[in-house]
């Protein structure tokens, strides 16, 4: 049996749910250490890359951008080169696109990639 405040407290509950955002996937980016670029895959996907610019991992998910950085240097679902070379997110190159509907970062994140890689970074995604 519920007591008033537990009903309350049940009924305050289900208006936050209701009111809760939409939209709770991300895209990110993570700069990586020049030194993956002694990873003959990594060089060979990115021919035109200009030793100016950054190296950089971009993915899509469901947690906060921190979480799933923290999550690749764990080892935890985590992509090889985000893991072992991995430094930092670059919240400058992807901040202002989240957050966003799943389908929407599945498609940004290919698109910011490209993107990037067309500017001269040697990115990794995926």
Known sequence: MFTAEQFFEAKAKKQRKREAPAYHHNVYVIELNP????????????PNHDPAKACLYVGSTGLSPHERFLNHKDGHKSNCFAK????????DLFAVYNPMPYEAALAMEAELAESLRAEGYAVWWG
Do not use: C, I
């Open 35 to 46: 030194r993956v670029l002694k990873n003959r895959k990594f060089r060979a996907a990115n």
């Open 84 to 91: 072992r070379f991995g430094m930092h997110l670059r919240p």
